[in-house]
């Protein structure tokens, strides 16, 4: 593997810093206080081609490699610290993928090209009330009536529930079907008989997070993907590249709090001398360097393995696919989140402040922490059975 980025992938880099910058950074409090993304703001990410970038260019995308999105990922972490675009944008990248990938022709040309134009919302809906990581207990159920499927159920803890409503489009949705597996249906929000519900968090206020009820909705078989009874497979493969692209999000918010908080120890003078000069800082500091920079290349290692395999269709390296990603998912959220915690500490009570910046960090990657696109044991479940064998997975 060649650690270099390509020319062209420097320059994309850069424009992407650039944009981090100038529009991100410059409405993050805003993004935050609103509960929305600006539609300016989203305008802007179409226009350098952020949303559902690894979309094939018939569909409005720009096929790019996961290499390439993971390195956008990062910029679009540092750049809104809050996490919220970080969400908006890994949603479509990683699930427009799958639409791409398993859905029909006409579920593709229909949809995809709104994603991309940021006209529209694509998500995923797994969660339910009962269970989050648990899909052997889910109840949303999916049966055959004529020429459409009939969904009934519940979907909870789902990003992007208002957006999908206000700008239309809706999630890629896990149902039980009555012969047996799951079906992978994408299902439009403003389908009769849906419903939504926000939920107040804490944190990454700027994307929406709700439940989505589904009463005996009828979902045409056109947005269908890939076959019945393999949407587990399909959402697998999804989980794979969108926890990578979480993990990128989180390698660019890390850098940003270190960054911040070097800043501050420079400048920042107490008995005389700056606080970068105490070992007790500044040892600290180049701990946490280190363990950014281990994840951050474990996590380019990662997109590379799905470029190399996944993104071709090939399962021969599965084990070692699943071992990358669920490694940097289970890493990358705490390495930030300790990063945010330790530049607080630096600023002393003003950390605690709003104007130190540093806790829209702090909140928005907790939602890493306790479960989005996969809680932190899952990934130890995972990483467990790909070193031991599936005979020692706990739960079956």
């Avoid at 910058?21 to 081609?49: C, F, K, S, W």
């Avoid at 039980?176 to 944190?203: A, C, E, K, W």
């Avoid at 399909?234 to 709090?257: D, I, L, N």
Wanted: charged content about 25%.
């Amino acid at each position: 593997m060649d650690f270099r980025l390509s020319d062209e992938e420097e320059a994309f880099q850069s424009a992407v810093r650039r944009f981090g910058d100038r529009v991100l950074r410059t409405h993050e409090r805003q993004i935050d206080a609103e509960g929305r993304i600006p539609p300016e703001v989203l305008a802007a990410m179409a226009d350098l081609g952020l949303l559902a970038m690894t979309v094939p260019t018939e569909y409005g995308g720009m096929a790019a490699s996961a290499v390439l999105t993971e390195i956008a990922a990062e910029e679009v972490g540092r750049g809104d610290f809050s996490m919220a675009t970080a969400v908006f944008f890994l949603l479509e990248a990683g699930w427009g993928y799958i639409l791409s990938r398993h859905g029909t022709e006409e579920a593709k040309r229909e949809v995809l090209p709104a994603v991309c134009s940021g006209k529209a919302f694509l998500g995923i809906a797994t969660t339910e009330p009962t269970g989050g990581s648990d899909l052997a207990g889910m109840h949303t159920t999916a049966r055959r009536d004529g020429e459409a499927f009939v969904v009934h159920g519940e979907k909870s803890f789902i990003s992007g529930v208002e957006e999908a409503k206000d700008l239309g489009g809706g999630h890629l949705t896990l149902a039980r079907i009555p012969t047996g597996g799951f079906t992978f249906l994408y299902v439009p929000t403003r389908t009769d008989g849906i419903s939504t519900q926000r939920f107040h968090n804490m944190g990454r206020m700027g994307i929406s997070t709700g439940s989505l009820s589904y009463q005996d909705a009828r979902v045409p078989e056109k947005y269908l993907l890939g076959r019945e009874g393999k949407g587990f497979e399909y959402a697998m493969e999804g989980f794979s590249v969108a926890r990578t692209f979480v993990a990128a999000a989180c390698v660019g918010a890390a850098e940003r709090a270190l960054e911040t908080g070097m800043a501050y120890i420079r400048d920042r003078k107490a008995f005389g001398q700056p606080l970068g000069k105490f070992e007790g800082i500044q040892f600290e500091l180049v701990d946490l360097w280190t363990q950014v920079e281990a994840v951050k290349w474990q996590c380019r290692r990662a997109a590379w393995l799905l470029d190399t395999y996944t993104l071709r269709g090939d399962a021969s390296h599965r084990s070692e696919v699943d071992r990358a990603v669920a490694s940097v998912k289970l890493a990358a959220p705490q390495v930030a989140f300790e990063c945010v915690k330790r530049a607080m500490m630096w600023y002393g009570a003003t950390g605690y402040t709003e104007e130190a910046g540093l806790e829209l960090g702090l909140r928005g990657i907790m939602s890493y922490l306790v479960g989005a696109e996969g809680g932190l044991n899952i990934m130890r479940i995972i990483l467990g059975r790909e070193l031991l064998g599936k005979e020692f997975v706990p739960y079956k």
